[in-house]
T-cell receptor, first 115, second 116 residues
Framework: GAVVSQHPSWVICKSGTSVKIECRSLDFQATTMFWYRQFPKQSLMLMATSNEGSKATYEQGVEKDKFLINHASLTLSTLTVTSAHPEDSSFYIC???????????FGSGTQLSVL | AQKVTQAQTEISVVEKEDVTLDCVYETRDTTYYLFWYKQPPSGELVFLIRRNSFDEQNEISGRYSWNFQKSTSSFNFTITASQVVDSAVYFCALSEARSGNTPLVFGKGTRLSVIA
């Protein structure tokens, strides 16, 4: 079955640094990828929709200058948390929809801890 | 607007008991998809089922079964003879089916604890 690889699985960084999270569709092409954030014991909240070759669409309340999304190819989307702060500590998970197929596949998630 | 409500925040059952996780949804779309995902402590989302809004047949997969009631906008999930390995957070989710660029809207999840 289709696989979405998300890397890294966890990262600890200092406040003020930037962190890049990669989301790759391994055996299918994904024109659309989604980024979610999950705080402890909370639901998954959509942050943005990433479209290959165009700008991402951000949900209300999500700072696009802070959470940079790049979807330069049909198999890779990246989320960069810029100038991370402790309140950015969260579980980030991506999902990808195989082009032409109505099914979403999720990455394994990235636990970000900002000290 | 779409909304998914999982009223049960936490459920604890003793092993071998049956347990039903409730899911109620709201959408203005006539065509949509409903999902259930399992999130074990490790964090990844495990896909359990996707149901098209036109298909109201109930489904059974091993110890799992789903009851889709369009009239009450519910998509409940039952685990029979629960096991400790079923302990996880379970999310119900909804997606429009109008285009390929629609994300999932998740409920808040139900944390299931199965006690040996």
């Amino acid at each position: 079955g289709a696989v979405v690889s998300q890397h890294p699985s966890w990262v600890i960084c200092k406040s003020g640094t930037s962190v890049k999270i990669e989301c790759r569709s391994l055996d299918f092409q994904a024109t659309t990828m989604f980024w979610y954030r999950q705080f402890p014991k909370q639901s998954l909240m959509l942050m943005a929709t990433s479209n290959e070759g165009s700008k991402a669409t951000y949900e209300q309340g999500v700072e696009k200058d802070k959470f940079l999304i790049n979807h330069a190819s049909l198999t890779l989307s990246t989320l960069t948390v810029t100038s991370a702060h402790p309140e950015d500590s969260s579980f980030y998970i991506c999902s990808a929809r195989e082009t032409g197929v109505e099914k979403l596949f999720f990455g394994s998630g990235t636990q970000l801890s900002v000290l | 607007a779409q909304k998914v409500t999982q009223a049960q925040t936490e459920i604890s059952v003793v092993e071998k008991e049956d347990v039903t996780l409730d899911c109620v949804y709201e959408t203005r779309d006539t065509t949509y998809y409903l999902f259930w995902y399992k999130q074990p402590p490790s964090g990844e989302l495990v896909f359990l089922i996707r149901r098209n809004s036109f298909d109201e047949q109930n489904e059974i997969s091993g110890r799992y079964s789903w009851n889709f009631q369009k009239s009450t906008s519910s998509f409940n999930f039952t685990i029979t003879a629960s096991q400790v390995v079923d302990s996880a957070v379970y999310f119900c989710a909804l997606s429009e089916a109008r285009s390929g660029n629609t994300p999932l809207v998740f409920g808040k999840g139900t944390r299931l604890s199965v006690i040996a």
